[in-house]
C-alpha cells in the first residue's frame, strides 16, 4: 500500500496531535577532569531533539543487581514525530512534561531506535534505572 503525499501528511498530522509528553534528547558527552580541583565535572551534553512525544511502559520490568543492590530496569516505548533524526542508542531522552508526572525529569537511556515502514513516527525503546 502507497499513501499519497498528502495521505501521509494527513497521516503524520494525526500522529502527532496524539503526543502528549514533551521531552528532550541529548548525547552524553564524557566528564571533564579539572586539574585544579581534581575532580571529574559532568559535562551537559548535546541536544539531539526536543519536541512532543508520548512515552508508554512495555511491561517488561526486570530486576538486576547492582552492586549488591537489586535495582528494577522499566522499558518504554517513546514515539517522536517522523522527522526526530540523529538519535542513537545510548542518547537520553529527558520528559519536561507528561501525562504521568512520575516520568518528568527521568533520565530515559535509548537501548534501540525502531525503523517504521510509513516514516509516520519514529519510535524508541527506552529504559529507566528506578534503584
Known sequence: MTLTSSEMTRLRADLAATLPDQGTVTRPSAASFDKETLEYAENAGTEVWSGACRVQPT??????AYGEQPITVRSYHA???????????????????????????????VLDVQPSSLEAARRLLVEDQLG
Open 59 to 64: 511491561g517488561s520490568d526486570r530486576v538486576v
Open 79 to 109: 514515539t517522536l514525530p517522523h522527522d526526530a533524526d540523529g538519535i542513537e542508542v545510548d542518547d537520553v531522552l529527558v520528559l519536561s512534561s507528561s501525562v504521568d508526572a512520575d516520568l518528568v525529569g527521568r533520565a530515559l537511556r
